[in-house]
């Protein structure tokens, strides 16, 4: 989305792809493929860089296509709605939530803190304060009937 | 000049104005109306997972370990109050914080839109 010079017109690809184990057709095959990028060349690189993290973790990953067809990637952290699941020891979030329904899972505050530490270090989050962060992760746990705890 | 923001009359008019809140609180401000040296009341919520538990399913790298509780004391002040609804709505309740008219004005375009489905 952003154009530098008129020749290099650069797209961004946004995709969640598992931590390790890229290449599948579905998500990543067609996507890259249609901007010209040889998906294999993008999946060698990103198991590369990702190996240090455990296998199938889903991680969102923008890639930055140029208009020569070369590109970039950067890595960010898990969606928070994977870590409150896995703090709450949680398969799924809540199909319904509100006044009606139960809440499908607990965490406390200090999970939260975690977890905020971690979204911290992301690029997108510089000008978040990490109370502010946490009050984000509270409100996804609100929106995925997960109650929060002290 | 403040507009009233409970309005309806003008059929364009959905939020009051940055500006408008940023006066309130400047003005408040110069009035030095908050006080906060009255010493804070001791935080009465204790932590669920006390030091020591292992904090399960934050680690996602390989070389890595879950996180281990700390003492609740040294978790900053905020973290207690952030899930708590009493500061809150104290803070809605508070004619003087961005909070009580972000949540007037809200309440304003609910009514207002309930009024406008009404019509059609």
Known sequence: MSKKAPAAAASLLRLVVPAGKATPSPPIGPALGQRGVKSMDFCKQFNDRTKNVDAGTPLPVIITVKGDRTFTFVTKSPPTSFFLKRAAGIEKGATNIGKDHPFVGKVNLKQVYEIAKIKQADDGMGHLSLKGICAGVIGSAKSMGIEVVA | ?120
């Open chain 2, 1 to 120: 000049m403040l507009k009233s923001f409970t309005s309806t009359a003008f059929s364009g008019l959905r939020t009051v104005s940055q500006q408008q809140v940023r006066c309130i609180q400047v003005s408040a401000r110069s009035l030095n109306v908050k006080d906060d040296s009255a010493p804070k009341a001791k935080r009465t919520v204790v932590s669920s997972a006390p030091e020591g538990t292992v904090l399960k399913g934050i680690n996602y790298m390989k070389d890595g370990k879950d996180p281990v509780a700390l003492a609740d004391d040294a978790y900053p002040e905020w973290l207690w109050e952030i899930n708590d609804p009493e500061v809150r709505n104290a803070r809605i309740a508070d004619p003087l914080d961005k909070k009580h008219h972000k949540e007037a004005r809200r309440q304003a375009i609910k009514a207002d839109n309930f009024i406008r489905d009404k019509k059609t």
